[in-house]
């Protein structure tokens, strides 16, 4: 059995592990590239090592950078089961379209307004491709095992997001695992993840593998950017992901208010996927913390705007409101409309609620630029930019090694570390060889581990 990382390595984008025995070809995970230029290009080169003829694909969880490229694979010819938990199943089916949606309606604008280097721009797949490769989504229970030819795998809840899982994968008696993205042990959203089971070889996020998360209060934070915003008279913008990280922000605004913490503002959930997407945790509630009832309040606490002319209609609210839209890093979305609405006004306060990939409009303006550019116009930035770190839905590098401790890891355990910029991979294998046994390895991207 041999594997060759075809994506996340150096980044946290792109996921893609190629997984091979003399008869059986696996891809766990399928993401897209996103970030940097050079970064998305990749997913415009030919396919690496024919990944459209695998026989099958294992998703670890729903976000784009490790789901999203599967269409692409569609779109080349694959047609094989992709395996997956039931929950990630569901948000796939708003995710990818979506995707393809949002790549469509980008091609025409730069097609329009001849925005592009290209005579034709093309998007990368398109709404309908994503439509029919969600057929091929084959969900499966958390801990049942299934087998693809002569490897075996089941998912092993992790938290991160609903449906989240790890992956084991076990050939000959040497097992393999795919951590995907670890959540948080004290998460408001999701359950803690659950200890790695014992494997030969393991694959480990490393995002936050350089900073601990803030220790502040998450709901105190909230409660301060929103009373500061109420009191400027301006508009909160939040842009959000819309799994996961918006429907948290749902509960803990309407939680606020019901407490009278804050004041009760007009709040605007301006994307069509997140408002799906909250309906799908209130209908898997039994796989995170919140029950249907607390589901409820968070959905009633908003004004769902689903169409394009509820949203266009946001512009004419007058007064102290807060607008959720995505996408959660200001790559694309209904956000970047409001933003060339509200940046340049003073009133204004844009509130960061999780990672911002290097090269994305969000660290851009994280690091304090003056101008951002949207649909070909540069915008001035003069709203106020806050930050709410403690809402991450990946486990920082201690949460990780309190993870691995709990763990059934044998102490000659071979990890190789994924999903993470340089710096924090980096410091994570400085973190774990100092306090494991551990044989720790930054993998390469396109590099081959033989096991």
Not at 7 to 28: P, W
Not at 225 to 235: L, Q, S
């Amino acid at each position: 059995m041999h594997l060759t990382f075809l994506g996340g390595c150096e980044t946290v984008t792109g996921s893609k592990y190629l997984l091979e025995t003399d008869t059986t070809r696996v891809l766990v995970d399928c993401g897209l590239f996103q970030g940097y230029k050079w970064l998305r290009r990749r997913n415009w080169q030919p396919l690496p090592m024919g990944i459209q003829n695998v026989d099958a694909i294992v998703l670890t969880h729903a976000h784009l950078d490790h789901s999203g490229f599967i269409p692409v694979l569609y779109k080349h010819g694959f047609r094989g089961p992709v395996f997956t938990h039931h929950a990630t199943a569901d948000l796939c089916g708003l995710l990818w379209p979506d995707s393809g949606r949002i790549q469509e309606e980008d091609a025409k604008f730069y097609q329009r307004h001849k925005l592009s280097r290209h005579q034709n721009p093309e998007p990368l797949y398109d709404e309908a491709t994503a439509d029919a490769a969600l057929k091929m989504l084959q969900p499966v229970d958390f801990k049942t095992q299934f087998s693809v030819g002569d490897i075996t795998f089941y998912l092993n809840p992790v938290g991160h997001i609903l449906g989240a899982a790890s992956v084991i994968a076990e050939h000959n008696g040497k097992r393999i695992g795919f951590s995907g993205d670890i959540g948080r042990p004290n998460d408001i959203l999701m359950n803690p993840p659950e200890p790695m089971p014992a494997v030969d070889v393991l694959l480990l996020e490393s995002t936050y593998g350089d900073r601990r998360h803030d220790p502040e209060d998450p709901w105190q934070q909230l409660t301060d950017v929103v009373n500061e915003a109420a009191a400027n008279g301006g508009v909160l913008l939040i842009p959000s992901f819309a799994v996961g990280r918006a429907q948290v922000l749902e509960h803990m605004l309407a939680t606020l208010m019901a407490e009278r913490k804050i004041p009760r503002l007009p709040i605007f959930l301006d994307s069509p996927m997140a408002i799906k997407a909250s309906d799908i945790y209130s209908r898997h509630h039994q796989f995170h913390r919140l029950s249907a009832a607390q589901c409820h309040a968070a959905d009633q606490a908003v004004t769902e705007t689903r169409s394009v002319e509820d949203s266009k209609s946001i512009a004419k609210q007058t007064g102290p409101h807060i607008i959720i839209a995505g996408s959660g890093m200001a790559t694309g979305g209904r956000i970047l409309h409001h933003f060339k609405h509200w940046l340049a006004d003073h009133r204004a306060t844009v509130l960061f609620s999780g990672h911002q990939a290097g090269g994305t409009r969000g660290a851009k303006m994280s690091q304090g630029v003056e101008r951002i550019k949207v649909h070909g116009e540069w915008l001035q930035v003069k709203a106020r930019i806050r930050h709410l770190d403690g809402l991450s839905g990946h486990a920082d590098y201690s949460e990780i090694g309190d993870w691995l401790k709990s763990s059934q890891l044998p102490h000659d355990l071979q990890i190789h570390l994924v999903h993470g910029e340089p710096d924090a991979l980096e410091a994570m294998s400085d973190y774990l060889k100092q306090s494991t046994s551990y044989d720790i390895n930054i993998a390469d991207y396109m590099g081959v581990l033989h096991l």
